[in-house]
């Protein structure tokens, strides 16, 4: 193993630990991220007045520096000085993980880049808590993050997104949430969707219904605070290949064409049949 994927630095050895911290409730923090948070020499805070919320319901007293998305250019350099010379530093957004739509991927490169171990010490992510509690398909989803801000480009955006065969996962901005849902509900068409709001805070809210309806009700009642939007595949997509294509045929133009792997081809093939996967694989071992 390398010494940038190391998961134990050694003593005396910098460390890079990317902490992720509650995104509303304090309790939702694991006893390891408060023993790493006690332990470094550092913490790097999106936002240093947040993070000392925490810091100080916990007890904890630390040096802080600021690590956000207007100074990370200059910022990430300084803290791999520091972790050169030994120091185990934790990286900590206002909330939520570190690098997941919030500052830490390019100090995370540079580490690597130097053979500084970086540590994950994992915890809340709104994502998967909203995801977890929407009732819609889990097994396969797509983060998209935030969409663009302006409305060409993000109708653009959600084009792309329309023959996405998986949930699909967003945050976005109270300011703009209308604006999205309407040109979602435009693109996409009547899908089921869940609005999730404030996760684990106190006005924890999830609004369920098809987009046209989550668009009525924001237009009734504004959502407020930090808003992550669920919307369910659309229907199944590609038409039905001709059938005299075999299924091992499809699946091989699909790996040919698209450049998908062996088992993604394969549950694309089947999809298009309306076949379940098992069956799908029966079927291409019988053709073989």
């Known amino acids: 193993m390398s010494p940038g994927n190391k998961s134990s630095p050694d003593a005396g050895t910098g460390c890079l630990y990317l902490v992720a911290t509650p995104i509303g409730n304090l309790e939702d923090i694991t006893l390891r991220a408060l023993r790493i948070l006690k332990e470094v020499d550092l913490i790097a805070c999106e936002d240093t007045r947040q993070s000392q919320k925490l810091l100080q319901h916990y007890e904890i007293q630390k040096s802080l520096v600021s690590y956000h998305e207007h100074n990370e250019l200059t910022r990430a350099p300084e803290l791999v000085i520091e972790l050169e010379q030994g120091a185990k530093v934790a990286l900590v957004s206002d909330a939520g993980t570190p690098g997941i739509s919030d500052p830490g991927h390019r100090l995370v490169a540079l580490c690597l880049r130097h053979h500084l171990p970086v540590v994950p010490i ?167």
């Open 122 to 288: 994992p915890g809340p992510s709104a994502l998967v808590a909203a995801l977890a509690a929407s009732g819609l398909p889990s097994d396969e989803f797509l983060f998209v993050g935030f969409l663009p801000s302006r409305a060409g480009a993000r109708r653009k955006a959600l084009e792309t997104l329309k023959a996405e065969p998986r949930t699909l996962v967003l945050y976005e901005a109270p300011h703009r949430i209308i604006e999205t849902l309407a040109d979602a509900a435009e693109i996409l068409g009547p899908r089921p969707a869940v609005l999730a709001r404030e996760v684990t805070k106190i006005h924890e809210e999830f609004r369920r219904g098809h987009l046209g309806e989550l668009l009525e009700s924001a237009q009734k009642r504004a959502p407020r605070g930090e808003i992550t939007l669920l919307i369910a595949p659309g229907p199944a997509g590609p038409p039905p290949v001709e059938s005299h294509t075999s299924l091992t045929q499809r699946v091989e133009q699909l790996e040919s064409e698209s450049g998908l792997d062996h088992k993604a081809a394969l549950k694309q093939a089947a999809r298009e049949r309306g076949l379940a996967k098992r069956e799908a694989y029966k079927r291409l071992l019988q053709e073989r």
